[in-house]
């Protein structure tokens, strides 16, 4: 400590400048440094839990743990102080407070599903901080030698640096486990499809289908079930649209006339119909034919990956595309057949965007997420997604309305959403004014 104050007062020369220097290192309270470490540790936590995208175990503990100390630590080790070394750390404390701000004011004028570190941002989060520290340390130790400065200046910049890095490094990390994990759809080889023979058995199929349904009772409403699933390459839309045929069977017991699986999962290819426009426009057509119009109820579940123009991939199992399932598509084809009363459930990213198109005073349209927003779940690792797990397959009392139903649903994803950090999917639903009694009605 002696040493160090004779070197300050070589520089200031002055009794008043000592005495200055020595009410400075009284006000260079540890609790300054406690209290931005703090601040930065809390600021720095609220971004790791309100982004949607993990920055990663190794950036994380770096950040929490404190690399401004440590730089601080290490500066003051190199320029070879012992007291004062507080200055300088508290100086990169608040340097490091007023850097985790900065990033929080970042991640609150973004939105998405990742956080972006542009350019201008690197600058206010790494550079700028650096040439801060490096400047306390020029006005507050004069005395140190020129190399000694420029030695501790870069050890402060490489340990900066180091969760810039650590974030690449996870980014490679977990980049590499999506690659090669469980988690990624995998797909089978492409089988062989004799596509003369498969598209020749189409009317064939239908008819059998619709020769299957339970004759219809004429003093009572009866529901029709269309399951879809267009997307041939994963297994998993297969598996949720069979469920769901299930599921309404169950719902409404003896209302229930029967449903129909149009499927292009290679496992279904001559035991049900290609989930295909023709055959669902075929298919509506034939059922409309055993329905009272204003009183049966045709009920559709559709699963497939989906997109903002409220279309379905729809393709073969051997990745041959076929014309794509869409809302306008659907709604045409029902109203040509002079369906009125529908219930229309869709499980897919951006699902919400069909409610304008196929939405009407006789509909029900479930949705597993809103028109701009993805669902989940939709890797063939999985029983079903996220949407259908939760709707479909969640335990709930027998005599549960559909509304129970979507509402159970509703809480269910949100609670895994929470747990991973996703953005929420947020499942809509709309209900038409004749449609209210079917929708909160038990059965």
């Known amino acids: 400590m002696t040493g160090e104050i004779d070197q300050f007062n070589g520089c200031f020369g002055s009794s008043r400048s000592r005495v200055q220097l020595r009410s400075s290192h009284r006000r260079m309270s540890p609790g300054y440094v406690v209290l931005f470490w703090t601040l930065s540790v809390a600021i720095r936590l609220y971004i790791a839990m309100s982004t949607f995208s993990f920055s990663g175990v190794a950036t994380q503990v770096l950040n929490i743990t404190g690399t401004a100390i440590f730089a601080g630590f290490v500066a003051g080790w190199i320029l070879g102080l012992r007291a004062t070394t507080l200055r300088l750390l508290m100086a990169c404390s608040f340097i490091d407070f007023l850097t985790a701000s900065f990033a929080l004011v970042i991640i609150t004028r973004q939105t998405g599903e990742a956080t972006e570190i542009t350019p201008d941002s690197f600058v206010f989060l790494f550079i700028i901080p650096v040439m801060l520290i490096g400047f ?78 339970l004759t219809p009772i004429s003093d009572q409403d009866n529901i029709y079930s269309i399951a879809i699933a267009p997307q041939g390459q994963q297994a998993l839309f297969a598996r949720e649209a069979k469920a769901a045929i299930k599921m309404l069977a169950s719902t409404y017991d003896d209302h229930d006339r029967g449903g129909i699986l149009l499927s292009n999962d290679k496992d279904d290819y001559g035991v049900s119909p290609l989930a295909t426009r023709g055959n669902f426009e075929t298919l509506v ?159």
Not at 176 to 189: F, I, K, L, M, R
Not at 315 to 332: E, H, K, M, R, Y
């Open 136 to 213: 306390v340390m020029w006005r507050s130790y004069p005395f140190v030698a020129r190399a000694r400065f420029f030695l501790a200046l870069t050890a402060v910049a490489i340990i900066s640096a180091l969760p810039f890095g650590a974030a690449y490094l996870d980014e490679r990390i977990i980049f590499a486990a999506v690659a090669n994990g469980p988690s990624t759809p995998q797909y089978d080889p492409p089988p062989k499809i004799d596509a003369d023979k498969l598209w020749e058995a189409q009317d064939a199929l239908i008819k059998r289908s619709v020769a299957g349904l």
């Open 285 to 443: 057509r034939s059922i409309s034919e055993r329905m009272k119009p204003d009183r049966d109820i045709l009920a559709v579940y559709l699963a497939s990956h989906g997109s903002k123009d409220a279309t379905l991939e729809t393709g073969l199992a051997d990745f041959t595309n076929v014309q794509p399932i869409s809302a306008q598509a659907l709604n045409s084809a029902m109203n040509a057949a002079h369906i009125q009363k529908r219930i229309i459930m869709v499980s897919a990213c951006y699902a919400g965007s069909w409610i304008p198109i196929v939405a009407n005073e006789n509909s029900i349209i479930i949705t597993a997420a809103s028109a701009d927003r993805t669902s989940f779940g939709c890797t063939d690792d999985r029983r079903m997604t996220y949407f259908g797990e939760a709707f479909l397959k969640r335990p709930i009392a027998p005599d549960a309305s559909l509304s129970d139903r979507f509402v159970r649903a509703q809480q269910i994803i949100a609670r895994w959403e929470k747990a991973q950090k996703l953005m929420p999917s947020r499942p809509q639903v709309f209900v038409g004014r004749n449609m209210q009694s079917v929708w909160t009605e038990a059965h």
